[in-house]
């Protein structure tokens, strides 16, 4: 079956322009995470949705950043105004959600590099 | 909130040997302690996860321990074979369905 699908799969940005992010969960998937993952770095936590709420967005670095969820299904994280430091790999993830085993399944990530 | 940290942050050995990475975890309360296995350019995946009521767990070449007490836990692969290597993420969680606080990644060499 299809698994999580996220585009672009690499996007080269000017500083200063925004950029959209695109993740489509399996279906299924109530749950759906975002993480970026700086060179040679962990996977840091931005935001986390059930449905189309968003209980913990505690990871967004800021204002700059902003995801939605629509549907229940398809989310997009936006950076406005990139900076260089905004260059990672940023990944999806979703899962059943609550009351089951909290398998995340990634996506392979959407490149991002701001120049 | 909750910090996890893991040792080393690369691990060299010859096929056949056996390969341990540490974790460790800070919020008292996390009770679910997944494995993730990242492969050059894809998504980490799932290999194999503890939850906080079992001490230890094994999957063919793979087990994993948790010490509750001292807030640990490690992975252990044996047997290597050069397809294990990869990076290797250790995370934790505190409530179910709730996000994942993850290590900064063991790089994993199997030398042949």
């Known amino acids: 079956g299809a698994g999580v699908s996220q585009s672009p799969s690499n996007k080269v940005t000017e500083k200063g322009k925004d950029v959209e992010l695109r993740c489509d969960p399996i279906s299924g998937h109530t749950a759906l995470y975002w993480y970026r993952q700086s060179l040679g770095q962990g996977l840091e936590f931005l935001i986390y949705?059930?449905?189309?709420?968003?209980?913990?967005k505690s990871g967004l670095p800021s204002d700059r950043f902003s995801a939605e969820r629509t549907g229940g299904s398809v989310s997009t994280l936006t950076i406005q105004r990139t900076q260089q430091e905004d260059s990672a790999v940023y990944l999806c993830?979703?899962?059943?959600?609550?009351?089951?085993?909290?398998?995340?399944?990634f996506g392979e990530g959407s490149r991002l590099t701001v120049l | 909130g909750e910090n996890v940290e893991q040792h080393p942050s690369t691990l060299s050995v010859q096929e056949g040997d056996s390969a341990v990475i540490k974790c460790t975890y800070s919020?008292?309360?996390?009770?679910?302690f997944p494995w993730y296995k990242q492969e050059l350019g894809k998504g980490p995946q799932l290999i194999i996860d503890i939850r906080s009521n079992v001490g230890e767990k094994k999957d063919q070449r793979i087990a994993v321990t948790l010490n509750k007490t001292a807030k640990h836990f490690s992975l252990h692969i044996t047997e290597t074979q050069p397809e294990d290597s990869a990076v290797y993420f250790c995370?934790?969680?505190?409530?179910?369905?709730?996000?994942?606080?993850f290590g900064q990644g063991t790089e994993l060499s199997v030398k042949p």
């Open positions: 995370a934790a969680r505190a409530n179910q369905g709730g996000k994942l606080i």
């Open positions: 919020d008292s309360a996390s009770n679910y």
């Open positions: 993830a979703s899962s059943l959600g609550s009351g089951n085993t909290g398998e995340l399944f």
């Open positions: 949705f059930q449905g189309n709420s968003a209980p913990d």
